[in-house]
Every structure is written in structure tokens, then in C-alpha cells.
């Protein structure tokens, strides 16, 4: 299956047209005539797909939706689909991380081109977050002395001065490094500051003057 489709649209002919050209391609399609009703669905439920939008609808707006998802932390991505296309909220939908914004009518082509760069974007986004938390998981594993030294070590601290800062012996701290590259799994300096990036472990201004 090339993913799932959630269609958000109050044209009903839309929804149903939208539907049946996207099941033909293959996609798995929901339809919903509400933003609200979008949001009910996706309470406590992430799954890789995209949403087609449409910005002007009863209750909250394509674009009011899609603040409200960016607060939710939702890594769908959104293709605006619309009647009403202006340059305002054009600009305003891209700069808030919309994948696309297409006019309607659009062809299946267009549509279609649309929604598989946003399935790739949204593929990526998804293991991203995944190794996200994996690393975060791996991170709660280390005792607080341990955390101490994997702070320092990927800042480029080495033992002697490390183990000054935390008033112990060289040797107990190359236990402890050995213990963070362990359990952190990996098996060289390099991927331990890797992984501290990935984390946001690493502020500029905090590991500038090391």
C-alpha cells in the first residue's frame, strides 16, 4: 500500500471524487468533512500518511488546523487543496511547513506527484522521531554519574580533565566512559557526539568554549 490518505474537505463531491481517484492509485483513503472531526480521529494515533486540506471550512480553517497539528507535534504532512488560493495564505501555509498547496481543480497527476513526495517526506520524518526515542531510551539507562561524563565526554573533555571536574580518579572515569559507550551503543567517540547532536545535547554556545 503507498500509504494513507485523510482527506479533510465540507464539498462532499470532493471528498467522494478525491476518494475514488486516490483508491484507484492504491492509497488507503479517510475522508472527513471537519477539521474537528480530523483531530478526533488522530487523538493518540500517528500512523504515516498525509492530509489534503482545504482552507476555507466551517468551525477551524485548513490553516488553523494546521497550527493546531504543528502544536500536537504531528508529523503528517499537509497539501493544502483549495478554491480559494491567495498569495497570503499561500506563503503563510508553506512557511508553517505545509508540503505543497495546490488548486483546485487539480489533476490526478498533480495530486498524485503531490502526495508521494509527501509520503516520502512524512517516511523519513517518522524515523527520524524514531531514532529520536530510541536514543532518549538509551540515555534514561545511564546512572547520574554516568550522564556527568557522556555531558563532558562530547564536549570534548578528555579523562584527566574530567575526572578533576567531578573530583574523582582517572580510572573510575574511563569505567564510567566505558559503561556510557556500552550501554549508548557505540563503538567510537564520533557517534557518541553524533548521538548527542541528534539529542540537542550539544548547545553552540554551551560547547564553544570547550
Given at each position: ?66 497550527s493546531r497539528l504543528v502544536e500536537l507535534g504531528s508529523l503528517l504532512p499537509i497539501i493544502f487543496v483549495t478554491g480559494h488560493a491567495d498569495t497570503p495564505t499561500t ?120
Open positions: 500500500m503507498p500509504g494513507l490518505v485523510l482527506v479533510v474537505d465540507d464539498d462532499a463531491s470532493f471528498r467522494t471524487a478525491v476518494e475514488r481517484r486516490l483508491k484507484l492509485a492504491g492509497y488507503e483513503v479517510e475522508t472527513y468533512s471537519s477539521s474537528q472531526q480530523l483531530l478526533d480521529r488522530l487523538a493518540g494515533v500517528e500512523e504515516p500518511g498525509c492530509i489534503l486540506l482545504d482552507v476555507k471550512m466551517p468551525g477551524l480553517s485548513g490553516p488553523e488546523l494546521q506563503v503563510r501555509a508553506i512557511k508553517a511547513g505545509a508540503e505543497d498547496f495546490l488548486t483546485k481543480p487539480v489533476s490526478s497527476e498533480q495530486l498524485i506527484d503531490a502526495i508521494e513526495r509527501a509520503m516520502v517526506r512524512c517516511e523519513f520524518a517518522c524515523r527520524q522521531r524514531s531514532k529520536f526515542n530510541s536514543l532518549h531510551a538509551l540515555v534514561a539507562t545511564l546512572t547520574p554519574r554516568e550522564r556527568q561524563v557522556f555531558d563532558l565526554v562530547v564536549r570534548g573533555k578528555i579523562n584527566k580533565q574530567i575526572a578533576h571536574e567531578l573530583g574523582a580518579t582517572e580510572r573510575t572515569v574511563k569505567a564510567h566512559r566505558h559503561q556510557v559507550m556500552e550501554k549508548m551503543r557505540v563503538h567510537s567517540l564520533a557517534e557518541l557526539v553524533s548521538n548527542a547532536e541528534r539529542l540537542g545535547m550539544l548547545d553552540p554556545d554551551l560547547s564553544s568554549g570547550s
